[in-house]
């Protein structure tokens, strides 16, 4: 864990979170403490944060205790948890994987157990990828129910806080301190397998899934199986990753171009397709995401949960190629995309293990249904471990 | 999980660890269910348990859901982490190798992320050999600082309850809520690497925790070398296993004898082993275990920490022979007998792998340093992962 923060920051005596440990990622603002991005440049050029993230206070308040913060991809802007600057963060369950990011650090302070829960961040799957990867429960909230204040912008449209567990009821609880806003209650009553997107995954993988699922019968409501891109899932990762260089512009491209900081590899080519795309194409991503999100809204009534993989494959290995690290991103967009569009909060639950590697199992609810998701993997968490 | 607990009990609404879920080894009451050791003959001819063990009705009071009972090696006689007739648990770090046991099942649950933590118990390695095999966080605490009622006996020379964690925060809350009786605080500002046992381990497994105790260097007091056992860790072993054998006998010698329980694979060797000690050597065991205990305590004064792996290997493949299973328990026991002879408590710590499989690092501590011992653990957390 890089840069300012070098003692543990202590929070109340008494909270619901007493004791508890927890790993911030590196965009976060803490008092006193320089935020940076996974960027050293950036970290550079910015001050220390003169106050301290609200969602970070929340946990300080309820009693837990910040060991630190984390590295993280540059700019937040990469699936694989490589860091060109800081080094890549062990995947502790997958030491000779990659741990999945952009809330690599985060993702592997809990797996190894340096810390009981952590704080990171998802635009495009950077807490629900990682958690796949290194083994460990990560949500994805409800856009909007967890206070961005003072976290670093990525693609607003999709930005939220998220956090992983290594275990359910701390899972849970982290949940009743972060989530404030609209809460929608609801029974399950339905499971959706989405079939489209498990015909993205390697087959080995969706096999450990169904494996899982079956295990998880008894405590499951009826399944049922369908599709949910009319049009494919790579036509909304299009949409998707369109609307998500042209905020990673508005956001970045200023520092970009000013302070030229050095970025590595990937990173480097997507910030430059960021500053390259078009406004006639954003329009149009932003009419097809408003179709997108209104289809996606229909599926995802209250009481109906969907069910897919939630990353494509197990993690890459540390040596992967440029290109198939590519490949990679291309695949895990088409099923992360879903929930980001949506703004819907998704749910990853370590299930199993393809080749000694962790897999995750995502449950994907409608909106404000984040209460509801966390109550449902405290109720699975039984069957974790078991398949594969 | 198997047996009559089949759905979870929920604790107290409130609670220093509310909303927390926990596994309870099959060895410990809880009311309404049977208990059974781990061996299925056992199981039948008992009768539900009138009342819940006080450890267990403590976690409830404190607002944990106690989501099942966990399978166990059979008596707690074994190291290894199989049973015969209900199956072994997966080893959720290392799907290829053993969990290590008797505590196998609390383990597994706790490492893949069904539970929060889990009672185990440890007698002479139950706790801390699965611990560090499936690379969580666990603890023998002082000889009597938990509860025994309502939890069958093995060998109460050397009996303690013990836990497992995932995150430390949890692992020292738990502590909280279980620990009684006489707690010994002092600043530790000695560690004491025991290099008799660091030589019983592989010599890539004490290269990794020599790294992770390099990377901790600024957060430990000074480090020191020393030998502990004045003839030899083997002559430690031998001692414990007599008395161990003995007691066993005096525990489970009625039953074996009325009701021919099937027993599997080395866990029949040993009962008749049990059933074959002589009164003389038992009697002598008994004498040299009252001097090494005085040599262990002169050795481990308050502020004073001994420092040596867990186990001397990581997990045995689950296919191992017997006979390597054999030799892998005697490895073990020359490091696990220390604790064991001197009542003290002792923490593993998951702070790296070898081969991709986990490895623990422990630490010792004085009669009444749990606390002490579970506070260093928190300190230390934040290195765990990093080493291997």
Redesign the interface.
Known sequence: ?PHDLTAPLSGKPQG?L????AAVKDMYDIAGSRTGGGNPDWLRVHAPAPATAPAVQRLLDAG??I??KTVCDEFFFSLAGMNAHYGTP?N?????RLPGGSSSGSA??????????ALGSDTGGSIRVPAAFC???GIRPTLGRVSLAGVMSMAPSFDVPGWF??????F??VG?VLLEGERVHAPVNELVILDDACAEADADLVSVLRNALHDMGRDLPNLRHARIAPNGLDAWRDIFRIIQASEVWQTFGEFVEKHQPRMGPGIRERMQFAASVKASDVAKARADHAQARAHIHGVAQPGKVLVLPTAPCIAPLLESSFDNLESFRVRAMRLTCIAGLGALPQVS??VG?VK?APVGLSFIGWRGADEVLLSLA?KL??????A?
């Open positions: 864990m619901p007493s004791g508890l440990q837990a205790t060991i630190g062990l502790p369950r997958a030491p000779d592997s302070a809990t797996a190894a157990g340096a810390c009981d829960f083994g460990i429960f567990a290594n275990g359910p009821g701390v849970e609880q009743k639950l370590p293990t000694g405290v968490a039984r069957y974790c471990g078991r594969g």
